[in-house]
T-cell receptor, first 110, second 112 residues
Framework: SQKIEQNSEALNIQEGKTATLTCNYT??????LQWYRQDPGRGPVFLLL?????KEKRKERLKVTFDTTLKQSLFHITASQPADSATYLC?????????FGPGTRLSVLP | DAEITQSPRHKITETGRQVTLACHQT?????MFWYRQDLGHGLRLIHY???????NKGEVSDGYSVSRSNTEDLPLTLESAASSQTSVYFC???????????FGPGTRLLVL
């Protein structure tokens, strides 16, 4: 069955630094991958989508890479701010549905 | 503005009782999904629907059922609630299969 791992359950970084979150998967080949943000007590909110033929995607301070050989996606937040503190989920398409990773809780310290 | 809502937001029930969680979306999306979220497991798919009268089982469907009688609603029923079903439940919708999903605010269910 498909398995998705995200680098760590929690990640603490200093304000202004770049946060890098990792999503690794095994046992299948998704056509595309999404990243979501989830704040406590709320549902996930879509951030970025990247397709298998795209190496990199950017949106403001966010950057996503997708390496189908390594079966890995990296999610970067540059110039991080305390407001970026949240849980970040990666999701890979499986057929017409998605499989979600367990998430990484990011804390940006002032 | 289009939205997706869930009710109730919090529910406490007893083991063995039937519980129904409501999900309503005004996006006019064909696809609707129910997930449960537990510590250490992330979001797991319970049931999904690609249109009216269409329902499908997800990864963790045992003990749950759904029905789709119109585009806007996909209620989730726990036939006989069990303590293992204590969780946070999220409903989501998307316009096309595999597209971005829009999530509701969640329902926190406690089964005693």
């Amino acid at each position: 069955s498909q398995k998705i791992e995200q680098n760590s359950e929690a990640l603490n970084i200093q304000e202004g630094k770049t946060a890098t979150l990792t999503c690794n998967y095994t046992n299948y080949s998704p056509a595309y991958l999404q990243w979501y943000r989830q704040d406590p007590g709320r549902g996930p909110v879509f951030l970025l989508l990247i397709r298998e033929n795209e190496k990199e995607k950017r949106k403001e301070r966010l950057k996503v890479t997708f390496d189908t050989t390594l079966k890995q996606s990296l999610f970067h937040i540059t110039a991080s701010q305390p407001a970026d503190s949240a849980t970040y989920l990666c999701a890979l398409n499986y057929g017409q549905n998605f499989v979600f990773g367990p998430g990484t809780r990011l804390s940006v310290l002032p | 503005d289009a939205e997706i809502t869930q009710s109730p937001r919090h529910k406490i029930t007893e083991t063995g009782r039937q519980v129904t969680l409501a999900c309503h979306q005004t996006w006019n999306h064909n696809n609707m999904f129910w997930y449960r979220q537990d510590l250490g497991h992330g979001l797991r798919l319970i049931h999904y629907s690609y249109g009216v009268q269409d329902t499908n089982k997800g990864e963790v469907s045992d003990g749950y059922s759904v029905s789709r009688s119109n585009t806007e609603d996909l209620p989730l029923t726990l036939e006989s609630a069990a303590s293992s079903q204590t969780s946070v439940y999220f409903c989501a919708s998307s316009g096309q299969a595999g597209e971005t999903q829009y999530f509701g605010p969640g329902t926190r269910l406690l089964v005693l």
